[in-house]
């Protein structure tokens, strides 16, 4: 993904999503609540959106550094992987 800006937004029909902040590209994420989960979460859909896609981010990252190539520190010695 490139470096662009992110943003999260409440489309206002029940749906959030995270897009690139230029551009009308399609969204990157989108997340839509059911009707009982609406009731449950008793207006604080946007925050648990943002809670939500802030756990996948993280989530994503750990799984890129532990699929991350094993990094060399010095010509000739052993290969060592960063954790």
Do not use: C, W
């Not at 979460?41 to 532990?66: D, F, P, S, Y």
């Amino acid at each position: 993904m490139s470096t662009s800006l992110l943003e999260i937004v409440d489309l206002g029909n029940g749906e959030v999503v995270l897009q690139r902040v230029e551009g009308d590209s399609e969204p990157l994420v989108s997340i839509q609540f059911s009707d009982e989960a609406n009731a449950y979460l008793m207006g604080n859909n946007l925050e648990i959106a943002k809670i939500m896609i802030q756990a996948g981010i993280e989530a994503a990252a750990q799984m890129a550094e532990v699929n991350s190539p094993e990094v060399d520190t010095a010509e000739g010695s052993e290969a060592r992987t960063l954790h």
